[in-house]
């Protein structure tokens, strides 16, 4: 199995991680960077400007979509995905964050 904010994502005898049902991503910090989701729009503070990478995966570790950011250290992304959870993985040089989100 692998980990997501604490939380253990195992496979089940299917083959498919089984989506885990406790944990919410506390995902802010001063240096660490922050990640709010605002009804369906995900805004962004990386740690400093730059290329920046998110990815994010269904309940099944899918990947769904990709972003590559550049430029500034804010941003807005409106997700134009079907409700549910999502996990996401976040890279900018060294920095590198992963959680989930649910979408309303």
């Not at 089984?18 to 990640?35: D, F, L």
């Not at 995900?42 to 400093?48: M, V």
């Not at 999502?86 to 979408?103: A, D, P």
Request: hydrophobic share 40%; with cysteine.
């Amino acid at each position: 199995g692998w980990y997501v904010d604490d939380v253990r994502v195992v496979a089940s005898r299917y083959g498919a991680p089984e989506c885990p049902t406790t944990g919410v991503a506390e995902t802010s910090g001063p240096r660490n960077g922050k990640i709010r989701l605002v009804g369906r729009t995900l805004r962004l503070d990386l740690p400093t400007p730059g290329l920046a990478r998110l990815v994010l995966y269904n309940a099944l570790g899918r990947k769904v979509r990709e972003f590559r950011l550049a430029g500034a250290r804010r941003h807005a992304l409106r997700l134009d995905l079907s409700p549910g959870a999502y996990f996401f993985r976040l890279s900018q040089g060294v920095f590198r964050k992963e959680g989930r989100l649910v979408l309303p």
